[in-house]
Nanobody
Framework: QVQLVESGGGLVQAGASLRLSCTASGRTFSNYEVGWFRQAPGKEREFVGFISRAGFSTKYADSVKGRFTISRDNAKNTVYLQMNSLKPEDTAVYYC?????????????????WGQGTQVTVSS
């Protein structure tokens, strides 16, 4: 198993930036594809982005494309979500998730391991 811990959330104004981190412990992190998801109050958990195990492939939801960037440092067992030009509609709890299945995964049900989430609040 792998354990995931997110950090870096907070309260910011619209237009600001935040960088979230997802740090793993347990199994070899480079064996896992990683996704970022978010869930706003009263809404379903939605896909934000994906990064392949070696970091060569990424995929983003249309709502964040061009503003968010995912990267990873497997030597540090960490995946990052850089969020720029934040908007009030980005307000949500952000989760990272991992799977050892190969290939792009966009549905929450396709991930086996989840962090506890970190709150991001963007004020207008």
């Amino acid at each position: 198993q792998v354990q995931l811990v997110e950090s870096g959330g907070g309260l910011v104004q619209a237009g600001a930036s935040l960088r979230l981190s997802c740090t793993a412990s347990g199994r070899t992190f480079s064996n896992y594809e990683v996704g970022w998801f978010r869930q706003a109050p009263g809404k379903e958990r939605e896909f934000v982005g994906f990064i392949s195990r070696a970091g060569f492939s990424t995929k983003y939801a249309d709502s964040v494309k061009g503003r968010f960037t995912i990267s990873r440092d497997n030597a540090k067992n960490t995946v990052y979500l850089q969020m720029n030009s934040l908007k009030p509609e980005d307000t949500a709890v952000y989760y990272c998730a991992a799977t050892n299945y190969v290939g792009l995964r966009v549905a929450p049900s396709e991930y086996d391991y989840w962090g506890q989430g970190t709150q991001v609040t963007v004020s207008s």
